[in-house]
């Protein structure tokens, strides 16, 4: 338990934040999967954690937006926030804060390494983030989300990471053959909770690209997007 301490003491020295109730900070961490084959465990999994973290995420990140960008309606907002809060960019974050030295999977998660490991650490930053809010309340876990997201606005719009593939293959299809590009779910994977898309991206009956996400509509902006780098 002591070396279980100190590691909890590492992830909190990362996230700058020490948890009064070190059980929400385990909890946030706790993958169904681990339930599984740990029957004894006290905690429930991050599902509750997550859904609370998402909708205070994504309260903050409006607000700084609206803040800072007061000549930008909600067309313009909306995309930059969606680039701030997807869960690849989620993951990456939970990446640099080292999250995935500390999450509680089964055997068989922890071997996954692909779209369904981001999905996983994209979970647990915002479940992180709803712990923090419960545990020290909203201004925590804004100063954490501040830190450590909104950080990323100045790459998101150096390198318009904004821009929806989507809407750009579309104007580049039409421009060229009148034609709208289609998207079919080429794959579905991964249990219900944590489901992988794979998403092919045609024009007529030619495959421009193909992508995977969370969801099926992030795996069609990633095929759009490799679509348009085909292209």
């Known amino acids: 338990m002591a070396n279980a301490e100190q590691n909890l003491s590492k992830l909190e020295k990362g996230l700058g934040y020490t948890f009064q109730n070190k059980d929400l900070l385990r909890e946030a961490l706790t993958h169904r999967s681990y339930l599984n084959e740990n029957p004894g465990w006290k905690?429930?999994?991050n599902e509750r954690l997550e859904f609370l973290g998402d909708a205070v995420l994504e309260l903050i990140v409006t607000d700084e937006l609206f803040k800072r960008f007061p000549g930008y309606q909600e067309g313009k907002l909306t995309p930059i926030r969606a680039a701030l809060v997807n869960y690849q960019m989620l993951a990456t974050i939970a990446s640099e804060l080292s999250m995935h030295d500390y999450l509680l999977l089964s055997r068989g998660e922890t071997k996954d390494t692909g779209k369904g490991r981001?999905?996983?650490?994209?979970?647990?930053?915002?479940?992180?983030?709803?712990?923090?809010?419960?545990?020290?309340?909203?201004e925590v876990a804004k100063k954490f989300v501040l830190e450590a997201v909104l950080t990323k606005l100045d790459t998101v719009m150096k390198e318009q990471l904004f821009r929806d593939p989507k809407s750009e293959l579309q104007e580049k299809i039409q421009a060229g053959s009148k034609t709208t590009p289609t998207y079919r779910v080429l794959s579905e994977s991964g249990p219900d909770h944590s489901k992988v898309?794979?998403?092919?991206?045609?024009?007529?009956?030619?495959?421009?690209?193909?992508?995977?996400?969370?969801?099926?509509?992030?795996?069609?902006?990633?095929?759009a997007r490799e679509a348009l780098s085909r292209l």
């Open 197 to 223: 898309f794979e998403v092919g991206v045609y024009s007529g009956e030619r495959l421009l690209g193909n992508g995977k996400g969370a969801s099926k509509q992030e795996a069609e902006v990633e095929a």
């Open 43 to 45: 905690l429930p999994q």
């Open 118 to 138: 981001e999905v996983i650490l994209a979970n647990v930053f915002e479940a992180i983030v709803g712990a923090m809010s419960l545990d020290g309340g909203y």
